[in-house]
């Protein structure tokens, strides 16, 4: 696997290394050695599936506060989203910076987000389905998220929203 950092201090995007020949490839999309050596949280114990009908749906931004953070590495098997990375960690020089990565069925990327990171994606086609890979199962109790459009991060997207459930679109603005 090829670990490239992102700008926020831990964010990696993650690339398979094809092994290429007359049928085809093959190629690693997780290693726990390899993520070790990074330095990254090798945890696994849950992986989820988000499959979404429409272009321009948005879920997010969502993160598990204390003591469940959870690290995620996502990538997209089917169609291309937007993948949006928020750094909650006080303490960090990169403290409420964002970054957005494509990922796609085309590019194979996928995204390592740290602990005390919020996550959100837009979809850029129909019929797409993202595959999450988590540190911590889900708890319900230390589930939080904000609006995507919180004056406090300055994200932009590349086209409307057009489908966001209520509670994504009705979370509060962060105190920070």
Known sequence: MIFQRTALSGAFVIEPQRLEDERGFFARTWCQQEFLEQGLNSRLVQCNISFNHTKGTFRGMHYQQAPHEEAKLVRCTRGAILDIIVDLRPDSPTFKDHVTVELSEENRKMLYIPEQFAH???????????????????????????????PAFGIRLPMEVTVISARDRTYPAMNL
């Open 120 to 150: 959100g994606f837009l979809t850029l086609e129909d019929d797409t389905e993202v595959f999450y890979q988590m540190s911590e199962f889900f708890a319900p109790g230390s589930a939080r998220g904000f609006c995507w459009d919180d």
